[in-house]
């Protein structure tokens, strides 16, 4: 395979490895509008998204790597992956289904178990067939028990880049026992560019008039309060840093937005909209829209800037947010919220759609 150079500076042959017997590799993508989106099979991650500003220049809007040497040392292991089986967080890493318990669950992210475990789907090969040279789908075998969960998993996640600038994420499994399934993709954006090196600026508006409050573990009490009133209300644009350092008891927790919010649906699966965020510094907007129930904000507050990304470039603290479509944390231990038990017979079905353009 020949060295290419994509157009976010990544050389190709930086991300070949064997790992798991597996071969590693990247996929890019482009469309005829001249954006370009770069995949990495190792996490089903997007390494770059190279889009347009306001003068036409193409930017990369999303954290990562320069290498796979470099995300095998990463302290942030969700830069742009496909997180699961269990996107978030179950407390305490147990669970029941049917009355059985499955409490073998990694406790990762102490007391709780977080982003499928110690190897979640962010660290596997994934599969990979490029379908043209828009589109790639990365397909993925979970087995039976893989870290505490039941049932063999077989999970499909297809990329597409329209023309329109839209990256298209489809996701599809089916299991041969009962289980709990919840994906998303992390990346980590800032429309400024990656490397900028704060998000505040950014004007964020997100479509929920309730989110869900945790403790102090990042785990929801249960049941979901109105954001009127209080720091976490995004249903008008509003600067993310204007109040990120309230006096606020559900920032202090989270060192800012760390939250799950219910997004408005008038009906369960559609596909709607869900945010919209622009930086004021190169115009570019992203629109957010998916199937899925909720969106975790999260606002990059536990970045360090010790890690080199991309072209050399750090990454410090709330130089990144992430806007993760999913079902709630903790959902197999709340009965009340949308239900992630996926059964023999039954296909997860799940879209979400990122929106380029500028302002």
């Known amino acids: ?13 930086d991300f070949q490895k064997i790992i798991d017997g597996k071969e590693v590799s990247i996929c890019v993508l482009t469309n005829k509008s001249g ?27 999303v954290t990562g790597h320069q290498s796979i040497d470099d995300y095998l040392a990463s302290e942030e292991p969700y830069f742009g992956s496909i997180c699961g089986r269990y996107a978030n967080r179950i407390a305490k890493g147990c669970f ?22 110690l190897k979640g789907f962010n660290a596997v090969v994934w599969d990979m067939k490029e379908l043209d040279n828009q589109t790639v789908e990365l397909t993925y075998s979970s087995a039976d028990g893989e870290e505490g969960f039941p049932g063999k998993l077989d999970i499909a996640v297809i990329y597409h880049l329209t023309d329109d600038n839209e990256i298209v994420i489809s996701y599809q499994a089916v299991t041969d026992r009962p289980t709990v399934l919840n994906l998303t993709n992390h990346s ?26 945790t ?28 109040r990120i350092n309230d006096d606020f008891e559900q920032l202090k927790f989270g060192k800012g937005y760390d939250h799950t919010y219910i997004l408005n649906k008038t009906e369960e699966n559609e596909l709607s909209f869900c945010a919209h965020c622009v930086s004021p510094k190169t115009g570019i907007t992203m629109d957010t829209y998916t199937t899925e129930p909720g969106v975790q904000l999260y606002t990059g507050n536990w970045m360090t800037g010790n890690l080199t990304g991309k072209n050399g470039l ?30 023999p017979g039954e296909v ?12």
């Open 1 to 13: 395979m020949k060295n290419e150079q994509t157009l976010s500076g990544l050389l190709s042959a």
């Open 35 to 61: 954006s370009e989106v770069t995949i990495l099979n190792y996490g089903a991650k997007i390494v770059s998204i190279m889009v347009p500003d306001k003068d036409g220049k193409l930017t990369d809007v």
């Open 96 to 117: 029941s289904i049917d009355g059985v318990v499955y409490d073998k669950l990694a406790i990762n992210n102490a007391p709780n178990s977080l982003h499928g475990g």
């Open 188 to 213: 980590y954006f800032n429309l400024s560019g990656a490397g900028d090196p704060y998000i505040g600026d950014h004007i964020l508006s997100i479509n929920a008039d309730y989110y869900l409050p």
């Open 215 to 242: 403790d102090s573990t990042a785990i929801p009490y249960g049941p979901k309060e109105k954001v009127d009133g209080t720091p976490m209300d995004f249903r008008r644009p509003c600067e993310i840093g204007k």
């Open 314 to 343: 750090r990454y410090p603290n709330r130089a990144a947010l992430c806007l993760e479509t999913q079902h709630f944390p903790d959902s197999p231990n709340k009965p009340e919220y949308p239900s992630t038990i996926l059964r």
């Open 348 to 359: 997860f079905e799940s879209r979400t759609i990122y929106k380029f353009s500028v302002q």
